[in-house]
C-alpha cells in the first residue's frame, strides 16, 4: 500500500489543484453555500480518518443537550440505505451507519439522522422538529454547500495535517490553507501529559490566523468495560487471561498502547474502519471467549456475538487544559 502511494505521487499536484479550486469557487461565491435560521456547527478534519470526530460529536451533546433542542446529522458512511433517515435506538448500523447509531444509543433523547446530502438533511430535520434550536454536523468539514455558522477542525496529535501531503500519497483530503475556514482547531489523541512547551510548539506550528482558537485534548479510557447488561472492571481482564482484541478503526494504535501499559494480554484482529463482518468472521469470533472491542464496532457486533463474551471500551476525550473556555465558546454560539 505504501508503494503504491508513492507511484500515485505524480496524481497529488492534480488532486490539489482540483480541490483548492473548489474551495476558491466557494470562497468567491461562484459556488453557492447556503446558510441557515439555526445555528450549524461542523465538525471535520483535513485528513482522512482517525481524528476523533465522534468522541467530539459526544462531548458536544453532553455538553449541550441539557440546554436546548439540538440534533446531530451525519452522512452515515457505508450504509446500505440511501437519503434521508432518523435514526432510533433499535435502527441497524447497516442501515444508518455504525458511528450515529452510537450516538442515538447513548443520546436516546437527542435526534440522530443520517443523510449524505447535507442540506436536505438539515431541512428535513427543521421540518421534522420545528422548534430545532441546532444542528451538530459530523463529519462536515469539506461539505462546502452548506455554510455552517461555527467549524471545529480535529487533527491528530501523531499526524498533524501541517506535516501532512495531499491525497493520494498523503492523507490530506484538501489542501493546508482549508484551516483557515476553521473557528476552532483541536489536536487530539494527546498524550496526557503533553508539556507547555510542546503546545506551544504546535500553536507556532500551526500558525493561527484571526480570532482562531487552539486547544489540546486526549482520550481517557473508562476503568469498566460494557455491554448492553453488564459492567467489567478492566483489572478482571487480568484474571480472565489472554482475551480477543477487535478493532475496525482508523487508527486503533492509542487503545493497544493503553492496554500494553495494563500490562494485558491479548489477540489483536484489526479488520478496516468501518468493517462489515461477514459470516465467516461472525463464526470466528463467535468462538473465542471473551472479546472485548470498540464502542463504534459493539454497535455492528452485538447483534450477532453472545452477549457474555462480548464487552467494549468506553472512551471520552477530555480536555488537558482551558476546558472551560471551549465550552463557553460552543455555548456562546450555539
Same mark, same amino acid.
Given at each position: 500500500m505504501k508503494l503504491l502511494r508513492l507511484i500515485l505521487f505524480p496524481i497529488v499536484p492534480i488532486y490539489y489543484i482540483i480541490t483548492w479550486l473548489r474551495n476558491k469557487m466557494y470562497d468567491l461565491n461562484i459556488f453557492k453555500s447556503k446558510a441557515y435560521r439555526i445555528p450549524i456547527l461542523a465538525v471535520g478534519n483535513l485528513s482522512v480518518g482517525g481524528t476523533g470526530k465522534s468522541p467530539m460529536i459526544e462531548y458536544l451533546l453532553r455538553l449541550l443537550k441539557n440546554e436546548m433542542e439540538i440534533a446531530t446529522l451525519s452522512r452515515g458512511y457505508k450504509r446500505e440505505t440511501k437519503g434521508f433517515q432518523l435514526v432510533n435506538t433499535t435502527s441497524l448500523a447497516k442501515d444508518v451507519g455504525d458511528e450515529p447509531l452510537q450516538f442515538k444509543q447513548k443520546f436516546p433523547n437527542v435526534m440522530v439522522a443520517v443523510d449524505a446530502d447535507r442540506r436536505n438533511g438539515i431541512a428535513n430535520l427543521m421540518k421534522e422538529n420545528p422548534n430545532l434550536k441546532g444542528i451538530l454536523l459530523d463529519d462536515a468539514y469539506q461539505h462546502r454547500k452548506v455554510k455552517a455558522g461555527f467549524y471545529i477542525l480535529l487533527t491528530a496529535y501523531y499526524d498533524l495535517y501541517t506535516n501532512d501531503i495531499m491525497l493520494p500519497t498523503g492523507n490530506l483530503r484538501e489542501p493546508r490553507q482549508g484551516a483557515e475556514r476553521a473557528n476552532v482547531i483541536v489536536v487530539t489523541k494527546c498524550p496526557q501529559n503533553l508539556s507547555i512547551e510542546d =503546545?506551544?510548539?504546535? +500553536?507556532? !506550528?500551526? #500558525?493561527? $490566523?484571526?480570532? !482562531? %482558537?487552539? @486547544?489540546? *485534548?486526549?482520550i481517557e479510557y473508562a476503568s469498566n468495560l460494557r455491554n448492553d447488561e453488564h459492567q467489567l472492571k478492566i483489572e478482571e481482564l487480568k484474571r480472565k487471561g489472554r482475551f480477543t482484541l477487535v478493532t475496525g478503526i482508523a487508527n486503533p494504535t492509542p487503545l493497544l498502547e493503553y492496554y500494553d501499559s495494563l500490562g494485558l494480554s491479548y489477540e489483536h484482529l484489526n479488520y478496516p474502519d468501518h468493517y462489515h463482518f461477514t459470516k465467516t468472521d461472525l463464526e470466528e469470533l463467535n468462538s473465542k471467549e471473551t472479546i472485548v472491542t470498540t464502542e463504534k464496532d459493539y454497535v455492528r457486533?452485538? *447483534?450477532?456475538? #453472545? !452477549? &457474555?463474551?462480548?464487552?467494549? !471500551?468506553?472512551?471520552?476525550? +477530555?480536555?488537558? %487544559?482551558?476546558? &472551560?473556555? @471551549?465550552? =463557553?465558546? $460552543?455555548?456562546?454560539i450555539m
Open positions: =503546545q506551544n510548539g504546535i +500553536r507556532n !506550528q500551526m #500558525k493561527l $490566523i484571526g480570532n !482562531q %482558537s487552539l @486547544f489540546f *485534548s486526549t457486533l452485538a *447483534s450477532s456475538l #453472545k !452477549q &457474555d463474551c462480548l464487552w467494549y !471500551q468506553p472512551i471520552e476525550i +477530555r480536555f488537558i %487544559s482551558e476546558e &472551560d473556555k @471551549f465550552n =463557553q465558546l $460552543i455555548k456562546e
